[in-house]
């Protein structure tokens, strides 16, 4: 058995990151349309470029055959499962802080998205999804009949 110095001041520290965590917005969606269902949520930065919106999901250990991307009336979905690496009703853990079962992010788009050109690629445990953005419509003049 290892032996820990004991120190009050990690008890609170310990607490106020429990606290902070539960108090956490960003878990449950924020202003931006995001909206964070099921057991975990993979952290997510979206860019914004002049052609494109670049969104990149961190999934480390998820397979991509637990991995679907949908896209329906404007809304971009992310859904998968990050499965146990093992039987963990067996294991004796001291610490477990990988994070595993079912995530559900969606993103709702805005009217400039090109619905029907978006991609996606997933590399090194990090989910790429492009969506295009369409061209702007031009205005144009109309003439007017005396």
């Known amino acids: 058995m290892a032996l820990i110095r004991y120190e009050p001041l990690n008890l609170l520290n310990q607490l106020q990151r429990e606290v902070n ?22 952290a997510v930065d979206i860019k914004e470029e002049a052609n494109q919106f670049v969104i990149h999901a961190d999934l480390p250990g998820v397979n991509l055959k637990d991995l679907e991307v949908t896209l329906e009336n ?3 979905s992310l859904k998968g499962q990050r499965a146990s690496d093992s039987d963990e ?16 992010r969606r993103f ?17 445990g990090v989910l790429e999804v492009v969506v295009p953005k369409r061209e702007a419509a031009q205005p144009r003049k109309i003439a007017i009949e005396t």
Request: glycine letters at 8%.
């Open 74 to 76: 404007g809304v971009l």
């Open 108 to 124: 709702s788009l805005p009217d400039v998205a090109d619905a029907e050109k978006v991609s996606a690629k997933c590399r090194n």
């Open 21 to 42: 965590r539960l108090f956490d917005t960003s878990r449950f969606g924020d202003d931006e349309g995001g909206h964070i269902l099921a057991d975990w949520a993979p």
């Open 89 to 104: 009703t067996t294991e004796q853990y001291r610490r477990v802080e990988r994070v595993r079962g079912t995530f559900l």
